[in-house]
């Protein structure tokens, strides 16, 4: 069955690790993590049509070159699947007086990488911040986080009104 398969596809195996959380990968875990050999296994494949690879990769003809580029894009993809199950998902949010002024989600990945993957992102009078930063194993809830931003907004609406009441009172007096 696979002979025929690869007659039209590329694909690699795909492999589930799952002891305390999960892992994918495309080469087995065997090997390279503790009771692998009960909590593992092939649960899969990804794969991708030789015609959709030419297409990608802007060629007339499939060669080694080609596949290369196909198992190296197919096992990056698996890898940011394996980065959202092991839950290395990052963001920040950039605050300028106590007002969001900018954010970004979906770094994905270890977080030394991320971490630069965040510095190059940000303005460079930020760029310095992300040596400060610190993963944390527990991040807040998304109620927590959404509470937070409903306070936030309350302050600044609140800090609005009274600019805006003060304006007005000294406006009627002069």
Same mark, same amino acid.
């Given at each position: ?63 080694? %070159?080609?596949? @290369?580029?196909?198992? *190296?894009?197919?096992?990056? =993809?698996? +890898?940011?699947?394996?980065?959202? /199950? ?63 931003? %409903?306070?936030? @907004?309350?302050?600044? *609406?609140?800090?609005?009104? =009274?600019? +805006?009441?003060?304006?007005?009172? /000294?406006?009627?007096?002069?």
């Amino acid at each position: 069955m696979q002979k025929v398969i690869s007659e039209k596809y590329l694909m690699l195996p795909l492999y589930l690790y799952d002891h305390s959380g999960l892992a994918m990968s495309t080469e087995s875990f065997s090997g390279r993590a503790p009771h692998a050999e009960w909590d593992s296994g092939q649960v899969g494949w990804i794969y991708v049509s030789k015609e959709d690879a030419l297409k990608e990769f802007d060629a007339d003809k499939m060669t080694g %070159a080609i596949r @290369q580029k196909a198992d *190296a894009l197919m096992r990056s =993809e698996v +890898a940011a699947y394996d980065s959202y /199950l092991r839950g290395e998902c990052y963001g920040f949010e950039l605050y300028k007086n106590g007002e969001l002024s900018d954010s970004c989600w979906g770094f994905m990945g270890n977080f030394c990488d991320v971490l630069k993957d965040m510095a190059e992102y940000l303005p460079d009078e930020c760029k310095g911040m992300v040596d400060h930063l610190e993963e944390q194993e527990r991040p807040a809830t998304i109620i927590k986080t959404l509470l937070k931003h %409903a306070k936030i @907004q309350v302050d600044q *609406a609140a800090k609005a009104f =009274e600019h +805006a009441s003060r304006q007005q009172v /000294l406006g009627e007096s002069r």
